[in-house]
């Protein structure tokens, strides 16, 4: 009776398996969600990662964690996503760096482009280059001319090899036909002291780093990296215009990306509801010109897409020219 009991009951278990599972797995999300930030906290990606783990919740009915993984410049972190289940839970907010390391040519534990599934696009990052209140040109066009005047003397200052700073210092040196003076530092934390200190000449960096400077007077923005103005400071002109130097863009993005694989239904609902976010003009107005952050027009994955793809292939051709190689 016992044997035939305990089949009964194991039977009846089986025929409640498929629903238990559905009951389990439900829509989507019916747990907590992970956001990788690929960096330490205080920068731009943590500041957006915190900034959807505030404004996602009520309309996704679970809370996001977000878990910073420094190291390697943010490939620990990336790597952790890359090889995470690709069912939604696990996401990352990644930079510009996600396909500059691989611009070099460098050995990445991971493909960026085929081993992620891109979300959405969340904020770009101008940046400008700068220089001392005491360096002598007023513009970008006498500031090309001092360093034509005296070549491979002005030294620019990075957060090191292969970091934004440096792509776009020798795309300038490329489209001006000039030579700088790399000077790498472990981070982007001494590249301003360094700068206030007259030990370099100049950096192209981050406008919301370099922003209070400018407002003290003691440094000066020449050009904005970007493709457009920045909203922080309109009256400086893009080094497009300024060099002028027609094609000239630097656009560091951010943005939110899942393991490949990942559903399509899971990507289409993150996508809307992170663009619902940074489309908010009060979330731009309030929350993300006053950090420095750009807003971008919300956009589908295909577009992140193209923007990787054809991000890859530009820094691939700026780092041959310049004979840039990974560390």
Same mark, same amino acid.
């Given at each position: 009776m016992r044997t035939r009991r305990s089949f009964l009951t194991a039977a009846a278990g089986l025929a409640l398996a498929p629903g238990v599972l559905r009951a389990q797995s439900g829509p989507y999300p019916n747990r907590p969600i992970r956001m990788v930030v690929p960096l330490p906290p205080g920068g731009s990606p943590d500041y957006l990662s915190r900034l959807l783990a505030e404004r996602l919740p009520p309309v996704l009915g679970q809370p996001i964690v977000v878990e910073n993984k420094p190291g390697a410049g943010g490939t620990i972190g990336r790597e952790f996503v890359a090889r995470a289940a690709p069912d939604g839970y696990t996401l990352v907010m990644s930079e510009s760096a996600h396909v500059l390391s691989a611009s070099l040519g460098a050995k990445l534990p991971y493909d960026p482009i085929r081993d992620f599934e891109p979300i959405a696009l969340t904020g770009v990052i101008?940046? /400008? &280059?700068?220089?001392?209140?005491?360096?002598?040109?007023?513009?970008?066009?006498?500031?090309?001319?001092?360093?034509?005047?005296?070549?491979?003397?002005?030294?620019?200052?990075?957060?090191?090899?292969?970091?934004?700073?440096?792509?776009?210092?020798?795309l300038l040196a490329t489209m001006s036909g000039v030579q700088f003076v790399h000077v790498p530092y472990k981070g982007s934390a001494g590249i301003i002291p360094a700068l206030l200190a007259n030990e370099i000449s100049f950096t192209i960096g981050a406008v919301n780093s370099l922003l209070p400077h400018f407002r003290s007077g003691k440094l000066r923005a020449l050009g904005v990296a970007s493709s457009n103005r920045s909203a922080v400071i309109p009256d400086v002109p893009t080094i497009a215009e300024?060099?002028?130097?027609?094609?000239?863009? /630097?656009?560091?993005? &951010?943005?939110? &990306? !899942?393991? !490949?694989?990942?559903?399509?239904?899971? /990507?289409?609902?993150?996508?809307?509801?992170?663009?619902? /976010?940074?489309?908010?003009?009060?979330?731009?107005?309030?929350?993300?010109?006053?950090?420095? &952050?750009?807003?971008?027009?919300p956009g589908s994955p295909e577009r992140f897409l193209e923007v990787m793809k054809s991000d890859l292939e530009k820094y691939t051709k700026v780092a041959r020219d310049a004979k840039m190689k990974a560390e």
């Open positions: 101008p940046f /400008v &280059l700068a220089v001392n209140a005491s360096f002598p040109a007023q513009t970008l066009n006498e500031f090309i001319a001092a360093a034509k005047a005296r070549p491979a003397t002005l030294t620019y200052g990075t957060a090191g090899i292969g970091s934004p700073h440096q792509f776009a210092a020798e300024g060099g002028p130097l027609p094609g000239y863009a /630097v656009d560091i993005w &951010l943005g939110v &990306l !899942a393991p !490949a694989g990942t559903p399509r239904t899971i /990507v289409d609902r993150l996508n809307v509801e992170i663009n619902r /976010v940074i489309g908010d003009p009060q979330i731009v107005r309030e929350r993300l010109l006053p950090v420095g &952050l750009e807003p971008v027009t």
